[in-house]
């Protein structure tokens, strides 16, 4: 069999969206395998970065830090505690975090084994999260 790789490029040719059937058989975005949700595993404190988007984070202690000026709306980090203990999840300055479903802010507990998303609704600056997840309160 032969390989094939199709690309679709913006306008100044860089590419958007691409599929590969040469190892993987997927499609790619500029963010990587598309339904595919990487692991960045942590084994202590983490401050979140840009390029955390689209994946989710495993950390087994010291919780998670979201910083301002990261993100942009639409943006998505997901979290998963990989420990037996609750994690928190800190809005760093100029963060607000919102409880999904609820007008409760700051910082969020992430229960043993939970799961949370953060969206980032608005970026820049004074972001805003909303947080929704399994063990999130």
Known sequence: SSDLYIVISDGDGNPRLYWDNSSNNA???????I????????????VLVATDVGK???????GVTC????FS??????????????QT???GASVTFRLAGTATTGNRTLAQYGVATL???TGGAT???VVSGAGVS
Request: contains cysteine.
């Open 27 to 33: 499609w790619y975005d500029p963010y990587g395998k």
């Open 35 to 46: 339904r595919a949700i990487p692991q960045n595993s942590q084994t202590s404190a983490y």
């Open 56 to 62: 989710h984070i495993s950390i087994t202690t010291g």
């Open 67 to 70: 910083n301002a000026s990261i």
């Open 73 to 86: 709306a639409g943006d998505a980090v997901t979290i998963y505690n990989n420990s037996g203990s609750n």
């Open 89 to 91: 999840i800190t809005a």
């Open 119 to 121: 969206l980032c609704v």
């Open 127 to 129: 972001p805003t999260f």
